[in-house]
């Protein structure tokens, strides 16, 4: 075994460690989880090569290559270089050799500059889901230039809309597509079917009235998922043109103190959105004091307090009319404790019919 392997550097190069000394796994990004099928014979290749043929989806929407010999990076760092650039310059527009040696130290040509900035995960959207607001992998793709390379760490999830498949709720920063309804009064044939579906799909604010035969709307709980428009037989309901979208703030996994993310923003146009994510940088590097290490977006956001983050991540921004900012948020950490209160079987029965 090779005991100078810097295990660090590997990590940074995105070579994550394995359980068998001396070996690593790969991790490439996959901004918004949409990829040319060309690249499976690249994927290929490296797993036949350099590991054992197989190649795992990452959590995180990556394509990892596990079993890579430590002695063997230099060779798959150099099989990627046109895949980081053809990704991350061609259909991102990240300029690497710029932004790389300015912001992270480190040359192209050399594999991933940083692991920082995780992949940005996408479910499917509007490309092909019926329920989907936004295209997903499109914005995930002008996100990219944004938080990569940073060694600022982010984990950013995207949903086309308030279902949620890609779990919104469970990442620093969370982004739902949602829509504005237009209702086009003189289209509605008072079927009462928007109203149904609402009801038993959504958030229940929508109501057939009598005399009317048309449709009243409480304006103030409508989460834009669509299913109004999309059940309407006249089309009397459609989506704006204009997208919008929620993000949700400040959710995690793991084994301390995983919690679900809380609203931060709703109805931001994509111009707000990427005005705001443009301070995440400063903002990360004000709260560690400009010495980037591993904390989840929540963890910062706890250091900082939430108006301070606040403060720091609209510093500049033009936020569109429609855009609401949550006043305060309050978040509900898991505690895992051995016993849950619950007292042990005996003491029960003890304490059963006529004790
Ligand atoms: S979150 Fe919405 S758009 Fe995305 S896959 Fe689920 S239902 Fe479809
Ligand atoms: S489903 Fe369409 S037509 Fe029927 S009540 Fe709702 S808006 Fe009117
Ligand atoms: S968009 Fe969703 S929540 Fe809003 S009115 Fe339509 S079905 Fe109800």
Same mark, same amino acid.
């Given at each position: 075994m090779n005991h100078d392997i810097n295990i660090k550097e590997c990590r940074i190069n995105c070579f994550r460690e394995s359980k068998v000394p001396g070996e690593f796994m790969l991790q490439m990004r996959v901004p918004g989880g949409m =990829?040319?099928?060309?690249y499976l014979d690249l994927i290929q290749k490296i797993s036949k090569t350099y590991g054992d043929g197989n190649f795992h989806f990452g959590t995180r929407q990556t394509f990892d290559i596990c079993r890579i010999k430590y002695e063997d990076i230099d060779k798959v760092n150099k099989c990627i270089e046109d895949y980081i650039k053809e990704v991350e310059e061609g259909l991102c527009d990240v300029d690497m050799d710029l932004v790389a040696h300015e912001k992270? /130290?480190?040359?192209v040509n050399t594999g991933y500059p940083t692991i920082g900035a995780r992949n940005i995960s996408a479910c499917i959207g509007n490309y092909h889901c019926i329920c989907g607001n936004i295209n997903t992998f499109e914005l995930a793709r002008k996100i990219e230039p944004i938080i990569f390379p940073s060694h600022y760490h982010i984990k950013i999830n995207i949903s086309g809309c308030p279902n949620d498949c890609n779990k919104a709720h469970l990442c620093d920063f969370g982004i739902i597509g949602v829509s504005k309804l237009v209702y086009h009064k003189e289209r509605c =044939?008072?079927? /009462?079917l928007c109203a149904k579906i609402c009801e038993s799909h959504a958030t229940r604010v929508l109501s057939l009235n009598k005399e009317t035969g048309k449709i009243d709307k409480d304006e103030c709980c409508c989460v834009g998922c669509s299913e109004c428009a999309r059940h309407c037989p006249t089309s009397a309901w459609t989506r704006s043109e204009q997208k919008f979208y929620r993000v949700i703030l400040g959710g995690r996994t793991g084994r301390q103190t995983p919690r679900t993310g809380k609203m931060f923003l709703n109805w931001a146009s994509e111009e707000t959105l990427l005005q705001v994510l443009g301070n995440w940088q400063k903002f990360s590097s004000w709260v560690m004091d400009y010495k980037p290490e591993y904390l989840h977006g929540g963890h910062l956001i706890d250091r900082a307090g939430y108006k301070k983050f606040k403060e720091i991540m609209l510093d500049g921004v033009h936020l569109n009319p429609e855009c609401i900012v949550a006043e305060d948020i309050y978040f509900n950490e898991i505690e895992y404790r051995s016993n849950f209160n619950v007292k042990p079987l005996s003491k029960h029965k003890k304490a059963g019919p006529g004790a």
């Open positions: =990829i040319d099928s060309k992270v /130290g480190r040359k =044939i008072g079927c /009462g």
